[in-house]
T-cell receptor, first 115, second 112 residues
Framework: DGGITQSPKYLFRKEGQNVTLSCEQNLNHDAMYWYRQDPGQGLRLIYYSQIVNDFQKGDIAEGYSVSREKKESFPLTVTSAQKNPTAFYLC??????????????FGQGTRLTVV | GQQLNQSPQSMFIQEGEDVSMNCTSSSIFNTWLWYKQEPGEGPVLLIALYKAGELTSNGRLTAQFGITRKDSFLNISASIPSDVGIYFCAGQDNTNAGKSTFGDGTTLTVKP
């Protein structure tokens, strides 16, 4: 089945450590996104990529890094520079503007807890 | 950046009642999207709207793209307990790489 897979579902990290969240899609979408969700709040955009080997900062990129070496994969690294990393992280993908419907489809999320 | 105002923030209703929620924006969007999120899961797309004035239904759900392109509403008729969740609106501006701007969500509780 086509979809977006995020792993792991739950992740615990010690303070000062970097951690990488995985996101894979087989929808043949060019665009991919990472959002952060805090309790009782909406989704805030961290990074997005419209095409392989290119990505752009979103609204809250500080303390995060990404790569887009393959169309199917868009991993997010939460670095030790991120002051408050405990949150629910959501990955999404969509077709780019001009190539049909542009609605984003989401993975099931990764809950990161810093201990 | 662009801001979406989604209201109400939360709703507590009795099973069988109808529900209405809306989003407004200070800027124009070319696409409006409505998602539902259940606890611990990613948002699931309910309805996508691409044209001003468009009215689209998906089962008991109906959404409209406001004629000014600055607002959208979602109605749920005859609510049932499984309607519980957080409903998000999102707007897309096609000049902005197809990125979605999300509202803060409406938390719906349905009492049996």
């Amino acid at each position: 089945d086509g979809g977006i897979t995020q792993s792991p579902k739950y992740l615990f990290r010690k303070e000062g450590q970097n951690v990488t969240l995985s996101c894979e899609q087989n929808l043949n979408h060019d665009a991919m996104y990472w959002y952060r969700q805090d309790p009782g709040q909406g989704l805030r955009l961290i990074y997005y990529s419209q095409i392989v080997n290119d990505f752009q900062k979103g609204d809250i990129a500080e303390g995060y890094s990404v790569s887009r070496e393959k169309k199917e994969s868009f991993p997010l690294t939460v670095t030790s520079a991120q002051k408050n990393p405990t949150a629910f992280y959501l990955c999404a993908s969509s077709s780019p503007v001009g190539r049909g419907d542009t609605e984003a489809f989401f993975g099931q999320g990764t809950r990161l807890t810093v201990v | 950046g662009q801001q979406l105002n989604q209201s109400p923030q939360s709703m507590f209703i009795q099973e069988g009642e109808d529900v209405s929620m809306n989003c407004t924006s200070s800027s124009i969007f070319n696409t409006w999207l409505w998602y539902k999120q259940e606890p611990g899961e990613g948002p699931v797309l309910l309805i996508a709207l691409y044209k001003a004035g468009e009215l689209t239904s998906n089962g008991r759900l109906t959404a409209q793209f406001g004629i000014t392109r600055k607002d959208s509403f979602l109605n749920i008729s005859a609510s049932i307990p499984s309607d519980v969740g957080i409903y998000f609106c999102a707007g897309q501006d096609n000049t902005n790489a197809g990125k979605s701007t999300f509202g803060d969500g409406t938390t719906l509780t349905v009492k049996p």
